[in-house]
């Protein structure tokens, strides 16, 4: 069983900082990319960033220069430092990994965790 633990979420004015953290647990052999996903009300769930186990990331375009992804394997551990938060950046944020185990290779999600920019 693998489970994916995140915290960090809250209410933030625009402008301001939020750092998101998830942390896996488990039967977990290894983790491979590991993500950071949104889903805002009447909208789909989008790819925020990810990071690749070597270290290569990926961020959507309005991510670009304001969010910062990282992860610290020993921890297997991943963040989502956000900065310069608008109010478009109001979603649940869910945690994604890929995760290899004894059995399988697959994605775990983590419960979300909610993100409001509001004044």
């Known amino acids: 069983q693998v489970q994916l633990v995140e915290s960090g979420g809250g209410l933030v004015q625009p402008g301001g900082s939020l750092r998101l953290s998830c942390a896996a647990s488990?039967?977990?052999?290894?983790?491979?990319?590991m993500a950071w996903y949104r889903q805002a009300p009447g909208k789909e769930r989008e790819l925020v960033a990810e990071i690749t186990s070597g270290g290569t990331t990926y961020y959507l375009d309005s991510a670009k220069g304001r969010f910062t992804i990282s992860r610290d394997n020993a921890k297997r551990a991943v963040y989502l430092q956000m900065n310069s938060l608008k109010p478009e950046d109001t979603a649940v944020y869910y945690c994604?990994?890929?995760?290899?185990?004894?059995?399988?290779?697959?994605?775990?999600w983590g419960q979300g965790t909610q993100v409001t920019v509001s004044s």
């Open positions: 488990g039967s977990i052999v290894s983790i491979n990319t």
């Open positions: 994604n990994a890929d995760v290899t185990t004894y059995f399988h290779t697959r994605a775990y």
